[in-house]
């Protein structure tokens, strides 16, 4: 047995861990097969001295994560290593892993003496320019340990001697500022150096003062950058050196004028744009304004960065009818641009992003105007200085495969390239079949993802990039597949806690985009803050991660915002009345559990529907999809508290979700069994959560299946039930009906996107007007959702207890496939399931990883198996 893999709060080696007691997890590599972990050792030493701070002793356990920290609180900016050993069920002693690191932060901010700065300047409304600040330090001595904590009201660079010690990441993630404000470690022991030293710091509007959502709104925080650091200094001569943030630096502008996350940068080369890095301090510095702190609470970073995680070369540059350069990069995605300029001196160049061209070759941008008289472009806007420039933003990011180059010298491929920026996560899973366009539907949801999962988990891209709760509900579960996203999704439903409202509801998108300084949510989204399968995110998506994880803090963390969503459905039910009155049977029994007030999106997006449904969810609120969703929540809910040992929470719950699912069959199942509108969603949903008796599904399903054959087998669910539809028909034995809609090429359909050439999930089924204009966004993953039953259906790769303890392999043989694989990273380590069909003999192949159970499903029977690799076949009959 080998241990690898090591990991603290879930990071590898991270620099500033924002607790003292972290979770550590591994993973287990060995031959043998059938083996279980049985218990484990941790010892965690400070590293510095080599003295042991804990040793967990023989702890029994079967799971290779969640293993917290138990010994005295670790200390704030210490750095300490851990190993851990295992024994198997045969009695099979491990030997020692090798040491894996992590660094404490500043607890709580505890130790943070640095203030905040700004430039002394009263703020103009029109200011979109970066603040530059610097101070200069000489030290006595030569550096043996130096780190930076850093943070700004905005994204910031942090240069030390020139050295970007940033990069290309984009850094505070986004949180919802007034509570939460994230800070940055950096080791800058190899930047700094002996006798005379030059700190700065760069700062743009960011998130906090820069363009957010649909309605552009600007100063969502706050309307003055700001900028804190603080150094630590360890000298060769044994002294320690601290420097702050204070009224010693001083600050000034430069090259940069615009830096809007949105609208893109500015950037006139006839200014100074590095001169502060270096050398004497710039004429036009002085010095800065000491700000009161902000209201948020200052935050270790507990996410990987979002930062340069690829580059593309140009597949094509062309010159258009207008005159202007457009170069296609082959893919859509989520980053900047990156081009060589030069030119005459004062000339300009305008550097346009888009998702799609028209049939001439130009790129569309009114598709993504919210408001066609305040036309939102998504550009960058270069004026020329002498000699030759390479342009890159500093702080915007866009959504694109296509960038039109206004005014620029011929292009080559070799001058031009688009830099990807996301969340560097850890992408886990790989899908392979014998259908190239399955294989690039999943490409396409990889991308979606990619290009959504940057400061927070965003619809698209492009013109809105906020985080509603919606989206991120529906995909959570495919997210965990794809990519490692604990981290991620648990700083997401962090933010959602912190801002939920005072009666429960959720803000329709996190974070919400409110402030002391802008005010609260805007009426119409605090009336959308009530909606069913939107506000669901703050029960679903936990409970996603534990299932995928096996993640129980996650439940602790976030019962309290699941307990107040679900009983603000229940005040939209009840009224005054209490929920725990058992009234007895009769209409009033039902009466009282139907969720009839509030607005709900319902099945948002059907084909065919767009906005003009929004009227219909305002007069109808759709309490079929409300009081259905009130149900699952309460199920759920119900299943939450018995893993935390909540047993009358548990019960409380449980009666609950029966009496809801009693009620809805009483108001929206009808004496024929036609359900609710009587649309393929009604009956999906129905199926998914259980809401029918047991007798009453055979009907359900026969009806669904008539309304997807009535419409030439196409789908008709929107974003609330797609994901459910294809688990729901092989789940009730029809998966060849599954396979026909998954492989429609017509729209709607997931296939008719890539007939036309698309390379993320679209946000509408269609995509394009009928006079052929692009229709809103073409990078938004919620319908690609469906990827999970690439995975769990079409290759048969399922877990069936929480992290995968136990895997259930069932292939579904059918869609004209000859062989898929798929392989997932579950927290025990890689699982996989691959089938080949020849000659009317299937062989599965099965790779199951240490300490796992699986059962494999053949036609005539369930087999057993232990960890390892296994083989099967079969006749098809």
């Not at 861990?17 to 279980?36: C, K, L, M, N, Y």
């Not at 300490?80 to 404490?104: K, L, P, Q």
């Not at 429609?744 to 890539?754: C, F, R």
């Amino acid at each position: 047995m080998r241990v690898t893999h090591l990991r603290s709060d879930l990071r590898t080696d991270p620099l500033g861990v924002g607790t003292p007691h972290p979770e550590f997890s591994w993973r287990i590599e060995d031959g043998a097969t059938d083996a279980q972990q049985a218990a484990y050792r941790i010892v965690v030493e400070d590293a510095d001295t080599g003295c042991t701070v804990w040793n967990s002793g023989d702890v029994a356990d079967s799971r290779p994560y969640g293993a917290a920290y138990a010994g005295e609180p670790l200390t704030s900016s210490r750095t300490y290593r851990w190993r851990v050993r295992v024994v198997d069920d045969a009695g099979r002693t491990s030997e020692w892993s090798a040491w894996a690191r992590f660094e404490i932060a500043k607890i709580r901010g505890e130790g943070l003496t640095a203030s905040w700065i700004a430039l002394d300047e009263t703020p103009d409304p029109d200011d979109a320019g970066v603040a530059l600040f610097r101070r200069d330090l000489v030290l006595p001595a030569a550096v043996v340990r130096a780190r930076a904590y850093a943070s700004a009201l905005g994204w910031y660079k942090l240069f030390v001697n020139g050295h970007d010690v940033t990069g290309a990441s984009l850094v505070p993630r986004w949180t919802p500022m007034d509570h939460l404000v994230e800070y940055q470690v950096f080791d800058i022991t190899d930047s700094i150096r002996e006798g005379a030293n030059v700190i700065g710091m760069a700062v743009g509007d960011g998130r906090y003062r820069g363009g957010l959502s649909a309605f552009d709104r600007r100063r969502t925080y706050g309307d003055r950058l700001g900028a804190l650091v603080q150094l630590e200094l360890d000298l060769a001569d044994g002294t320690s050196l601290v420097m702050v943030t204070d009224g010693e630096w001083c600050a000034g502008r430069g090259a940069i004028l615009r830096s809007d996350p949105m609208r893109g940068e500015l950037r006139d080369l006839r200014l100074p744009f590095d001169d502060w890095l270096s050398g004497l301090m710039p004429e036009r510095f002085s010095p800065v304004a000491v700000l009161p702190p902000p209201r948020g609470e200052l935050i270790a970073e507990s996410v990987p960065r979002v930062t340069e995680v690829a580059r593309r070369r140009p597949t094509a540059i062309r010159v258009t009818p207008s005159g202007a350069q457009v170069v296609d990069f082959g893919q859509n995605l989520t980053g900047v641009v990156r081009v060589r300029l030069q030119g005459d001196p004062g000339s300009a160049v305008r550097v346009t992003y888009s998702e799609v061209v028209d049939a001439s070759g130009e790129i569309e941008t009114e598709y993504m105007f919210m408001d066609a008289d305040n036309p939102k472009y998504f550009r960058d806007d270069i004026v020329l200085a002498r000699g030759e420039h390479v342009f890159q933003p500093w702080f915007s990011i866009q959504g694109f495969r296509y960038v039109e180059i206004v005014g620029a010298q011929p292009l080559s491929s070799e001058d031009v390239e688009a830099v990807v920026l996301s969340t560097a996560l850890e992408y886990t899973s790989e899908f392979r079949c014998s259908d190239p366009r399955l294989e690039q539907l999943e490409s396409n949801v990889r991308w979606s993802l990619r290009s959504n999962f940057t400061d927070t988990a965003t619809d698209c891209p492009t013109r809105e990039r906020a985080g509603w709760t919606g989206d991120i509900q529906v995909f959570a579960e495919t997210a965990t597949l794809f990519a490692d996203v604990q981290a991620f999704l648990r700083r997401y439903l962090r933010n959602v806690s912190v801002e939920q409202l005072p009666d429960g509801r959720i803000p329709p998108y996190i974070p919400s985009e409110t402030s002391a300084f802008s005010g609260p949510l805007m009426g119409p989204l605090d009336a959308v803050s009530s909606s069913v399968g939107w506000g669901d995110v703050a029960v679903l998506t936990p409970w996603d991660l534990y299932l995928a994880y096996g993640d129980r803090e996650v439940l602790e963390a976030q019962y309290e915002t699941a307990q107040r969503w679900v009983a603000s459905l229940a005040a939209l039910a009840l009224g005054d009345r209490d929920v725990n009155d058992r009234p007895g049977t009769g209409v009033d029994e039902v009466e009282r559990w139907i969720v009839d007030r509030g607005f709900h999106w319902g099945e948002w997006l059907r084909p065919g529907e767009g906005d003009e449904a929004m009227a219909h969810n305002w007069t109808y609120g759709r309490p079929v999809v409300a009081t259905a969703y009130f149900a699952h929540s309460s199920a759920v809910l119900s299943k939450i508290a018995g893993v935390l040992g909540r047993d009358e929470d548990r019960r409380r719950y449980e009666d609950h979700a029966a009496r809801i699912r009693h009620a809805w069959r009483a108001a929206f199942v009808d004496d024929a069994g036609r359900i609710g509108e009587d649309k393929q969603d009604d009956y999906v949903r129905a199926l998914a959560f259980g809401l029918l008796d047991p007798a009453d599904e055979p009907a359900a399903l026969a009806r669904l299946v008539a309304q997807i054959e009535q419409a030439d087998t196409h789908l008709g669910t929107g974003f609330l039930s797609t994901k459910l539809l294809l688990p729901t028909l092989t789940a009730h034995g029809r998966t060849e009906l599954a396979y026909a809609l998954l492989l429609q090429e017509t729209a709607p359909s997931w296939l008719s996107p890539i007939a036309q050439g698309a390379t993320t999930i679209w946000e509408r089924w269609d995509g394009y007007h009928p006079d052929g204009r692009p229709k809103e966004s073409h990078n938004h993953y919620a319908f690609g959702a469906v990827a999970s039953w690439l995975y769990h259906g079409v290759a048969g790769l399922s877990a069936t207890a929480p992290g995968w303890a136990e895997i259930r392999i069932d292939p579904q043989i059918g869609g004209g496939l000859t062989w898929a694989s798929a392989r997932v990273t579950t927290p025990y380590g890689p699982a996989a399931s691959a089938w080949s069909l020849a000659d009317g003999v299937v062989t599965v192949d099965v790779d199951i990883p240490f300490s796992v159970r699986a059962t494999v499903v053949l036609p005539d029977r369930e087999i057993r198996i232990g960890s390892g690799s296994h083989r099967f076949a079969y006749r098809l009959g």
